[in-house]
């Protein structure tokens, strides 16, 4: 059902991680978990597309055939690299589809959201692990905006700056 690299089997085996591609059908059900999270975020498929190609994969929390939860991390600019770092770009929403590329030594890890009923019970821990190792040996960052990702980030990243009450920004370096 999914396209895959690897798969890492989680507990029982009925929830598990897998590395998925970012076809049109798979970015239609990341955007639904997306919907029930950023309830104010106005967005819509095609800003997926424009951002995000058949390259870029993301890892999924996979229940029953069903994705219930994913990171997704995109290689990048430095340009974008450094902004992100140094507190220049606070939003990501409004990030140029042109500072993502195919391949980078500087990746932004754009979110990691799980359903409501799956959280608390160590998976973004997993995912975020799954994603780190994947990218060993290139500098990552990511802004948070929540309690959660902020807790889950400041485990495996470098806290960079606060922002505010909400933003942070975490950076790993090589």
Do not use: Q
Request: aromatic share 12%.
């Amino acid at each position: 059902m999914y396209t895959h690299d690897k798969i890492i089997l989680y507990g029982d085996g009925i929830v598990k991680i897998e590395k998925i591609y970012l076809t049109k059908e798979n970015l239609l059900k990341i955007e639904k978990i997306d919907d029930s999270f950023y309830k104010n975020a106005i967005t819509g498929i095609d800003w997926y597309l424009e951002r995000y190609n058949e390259k870029h994969y993301a890892y999924c929390l996979i229940d029953e055939n069903e994705i219930v939860g994913y990171i997704l991390s995109v290689p990048i600019k430095k340009e974008l690299y450094d902004a992100i770092i140094n507190g220049v770009l606070v939003n990501d929403l409004h990030i140029n589809p042109d500072m993502y590329l195919n391949e980078s030594e500087y990746n932004y890890i754009v979110s990691c959201v799980i359903k409501k009923e799956y959280r608390y019970k160590n998976y973004g821990k997993l995912l975020m692990e799954t994603v780190l190792s994947d990218l060993n040996n290139r500098y990552v960052c990511c802004l948070t905006i929540s309690k959660d990702g902020y807790k889950l980030a400041n485990k495996y990243l470098k806290l960079k700056m606060k922002l505010n009450d909400d933003v942070s920004v975490f950076e790993k370096t090589k």
